[in-house]
């Protein structure tokens, strides 16, 4: 069955971190690109950053230089480490690959708030 299971969301203050983990099964994890995306309150969803199955990496505007994208490939897990937190940033964070699974998980919810 394939599945993605977001993790390592919570509640931080401005300028703290958070490492966000999608642990995937039931496909190949090491061929695939795989992308995190979030959905903040009452906006779309919105890709973050993207790695390629050879490590190459894109990121949106509004996240480069504070978030980094890697991932295991033995683990079969993606990670986001994210930096330099802003209340912006706050949102619903969920992984997928290219193409998408089209069932999504559940996501792990950011809050960035004083």
């Known amino acids: 069955q394939v599945q993605l299971v977001e993790s390592g969301g919570g509640l931080v203050q401005p300028g703290e971190s958070l490492r966000l983990s999608c642990a995937a099964s039931?496909?190949?994890?090491?061929?695939?690109?795989m992308t995190w995306y979030r959905q903040a309150p009452g906006k779309q969803r919105e890709l973050v950053a993207q790695i390629t199955s050879g490590d190459l990496t894109n990121y949106a505007d509004s996240v480069k230089g504070r978030f980094t994208i890697s991932r295991d490939n033995a683990k079969r897990t993606l990670y986001l480490q994210m930096n330099s937190l802003k209340p912006e940033d706050t949102g619903v964070y969920y992984c997928n690959r290219n193409p998408p699974i089209l069932t999504w998980g559940q996501g792990t919810q950011v809050t960035v708030s004083s």
């Open positions: 039931g496909y190949i994890f090491s061929i695939y690109t």
